[in-house]
């Protein structure tokens, strides 16, 4: 019998480390809410931030959804390869520094951050992404096409590469009120 991953998280039980973590649907949602609303929000409005997402968006204006398509690729094939061009040129960039510099700040809590274009690609990140292009995805779809204040808290998984469970918090970027952009930010949930 197969049971949805709704259920699947929300009946799981997993022992780790000293205890034990209890994964239901939205059961962390008011910690991961004020967790961003202290350790990401009050520096989303930063020059930093917001420059780099709006230089993006000027730059990739004119790309059709061809072209994203082929940038994806190329991005897929340089994380499977472990690195290249376009990840280095990616993690090698100002917003990512700034990204990195908060998640070491965090202390644990956030295990990565990312933030996206007008068009859900990657601006910035502190920590390699398996794809290049988001806007297909529930973390930009459900805020930057809904609009400045959206926010969207994804359900609760294991994460092999942290060895801690997760929950991905996802809101708007807005500069002014316009929408610029997303952010994604993977919480410890044994931080919260």
Request: charged share 20%; no cysteine; glycine share 10%.
């Amino acid at each position: 019998m197969k049971l949805s991953k709704y259920l699947l998280t929300a009946a799981a039980v997993t022992m780790i480390g000293f205890g034990a973590i209890s994964a239901s649907a939205g059961e962390y949602d008011e910690q991961v809410k004020a967790a961003y609303a202290k350790h990401v929000a009050p520096w989303l409005s930063d020059p930093a931030v917001i420059s780099a997402i709006k230089a993006q968006n000027e730059k990739h204006a004119s790309m059709d959804a061809a072209a994203i398509d082929v940038a994806d690729k190329a991005w897929r094939a340089e994380k499977k390869a472990g690195g290249g061009a376009m990840v280095d040129a990616v993690l090698g960039n100002a917003l990512s520094a700034f990204l990195k510099d908060k998640k070491a700040a965090s202390g644990g809590l956030i295990t990565e951050m990312f933030i996206m274009d007008n068009k859900g690609m990657n601006v910035g990140q502190s920590d390699v992404t398996s794809d290049y292009m988001q806007g297909d995805e529930a973390k930009w779809q459900k805020t930057y096409s809904v609009g400045d204040g959206a926010m969207f808290i994804d359900e609760v998984e294991f994460d092999d590469s942290t060895k801690s469970f997760q929950v991905q918090v996802n809101g708007t970027v807005s500069d002014g009120g316009t929408p610029v952009g997303a952010i994604t930010v993977g919480m410890n949930v044994e931080k919260l």
